[in-house]
């Protein structure tokens, strides 16, 4: 369902220890959830760097290390597109696995680059 180029990306990062099994299971099952409300096609170009994003993030966020930098181009992102914004944070809120783990205004906002994206080439 995910598309070989998503799947070979999240077995690499499970592989090389980058992220855990949890993450990668959780991380796999939001994308599929995804795929089936048709938010993201697994065939589409910047779909293997979306899972790697997500991924990396997941992981980071459930170690409480999240980015907390917004720069201006991702602030620029959420406030063109502050519905995809919110669709990010709800996103993000399926990948918090671990209490006490939380995600930033700049991890969502690199999630909203990729919906943009995703509905650019829609």
């Known amino acids: ?3 070989e180029e998503i799947n070979a990306r999240m077995d690499l990062l499970l592989e090389s220890k980058q992220i ?3 993450t990668y299971e ?3 099952g939001v994308m599929e959830e995804m795929v089936k409300q048709e938010r993201l096609d697994p ?3 910047s779909g293997g760097q979306f899972a790697n994003h997500l991924a ?3 992981e980071r966020m459930n170690k409480k290390e999240p980015i907390e930098e917004v720069s201006e181009q991702t602030q620029e992102i959420i406030d063109e597109n502050p519905e995809l ?3 990010a944070n709800e996103i993000l809120k399926k990948c918090l696995i671990t209490e006490g ?4 205004k700049a991890e969502a906002g690199f999630i909203t680059l990729y ?7 829609d």
């Open 26 to 28: 959780m991380t796999k």
């Open 101 to 104: 783990a939380f995600y930033t």
């Open 1 to 3: 369902m995910l598309g």
């Open 43 to 45: 065939t589409h170009e």
């Open 85 to 87: 914004f919110e669709e």
């Open 56 to 58: 990396i993030a997941a």
């Open 115 to 121: 919906l943009a994206m995703f509905e650019a080439s």
């Open 20 to 22: 855990k099994q949890q």
